[in-house]
């Protein structure tokens, strides 16, 4: 059974740093690509970055909003992804998820962590 | 990019309704679309995805439709269990968009 369990939220002062951590099981992260997507307080959601599977390169993707302060990452021989995140502002403040892609006649996101929540603040 | 709406943005309705949500992309785009439904405090939860193809385990009561810029979720005969929050994602390009959402609620 797939399940992914994210871990490292927590409180954290502006400008500072955070690592979240996604543990997967069920499945091999290597062989999909991964998102985190975050939702802030009494919002919508706002997708965050990609890595894209073996196959495709290992290559990544950023939201223009993080792109520069936050890095995706993955360990394989762990099966944990990873969510580096630095220069860290209040608006970074949100549930972060996160979640699987797989491709079946189309691309989908199936499975989703339970969220871990990020706090910026002085 | 592509930017997503969604219409209505909240909605009022009884159980045995027909509901319809639109989701309308910015720019033409192959059918990689999802539709979310999303309750308090929980993760998103895969309803329909590549437009219109049921996930396995929703119930039938859920479809979708559309294509190019305009896609439509439908729920069939609401059930007091579907009152949430639900949310259109295209799926077709870098950065990947969500619509701002659809709150569906007792009437």
């Known amino acids: 059974e797939v399940h992914l369990v994210e871990s490292g939220g927590g409180l954290v002062q502006p400008g500072g740093s955070l690592r979240l951590s996604c543990a997967a099981s069920g499945f091999t992260l290597s062989d999909h690509y991964m998102d985190w997507v975050r939702q802030a307080p009494g919002k919508g959601l706002e997708w965050v970055a990609s890595?894209?599977?073996?196959?495709?390169?290992?290559?990544?993707e950023y939201a223009a909003s993080v792109k520069g302060r936050f890095t995706i990452s993955r360990d394989d021989s762990r099966n944990l992804l990873y969510l580096q995140m630095s220069s860290l502002k209040t608006e970074d403040s949100a549930v972060y998820y996160c979640?699987?892609?797989?491709?079946?006649?189309?691309?989908?996101?199936?499975?989703w962590g339970q969220g871990i929540l990020v706090t910026v603040s002085s | 990019d592509i930017q997503l709406t969604q219409s209505p943005s909240f909605l009022s309705a009884s159980v045995g309704d027909r509901v319809t949500i639109t989701c309308r992309a910015s720019q033409d785009f192959n059918s990689h679309l999802v539709w979310y439904q999303q309750k308090p405090g929980k993760a998103p939860n895969l309803l329909i995805y590549?437009?219109?193809t049921l996930q396995s385990g929703v119930p039938s009561r859920f479809s979708g439709s559309g294509s190019g810029t305009e896609f439509t979720l439908t729920i069939n005969s609401l059930q007091p269990e579907d009152f949430a929050t639900y949310y259109c994602?295209?799926?077709?390009?870098?950065?990947?968009?969500f619509g701002p959402g659809t709150k569906v609620d007792i009437k």
């Open positions: 590549a437009a219109s």
């Open positions: 994602q295209q799926l077709n390009s870098y950065p990947l968009t």
């Open positions: 979640a699987r892609n797989e491709f079946d006649s189309g691309w989908k996101v199936d499975y």
């Open positions: 890595f894209r599977n073996k196959a495709n390169g290992d290559t990544t």
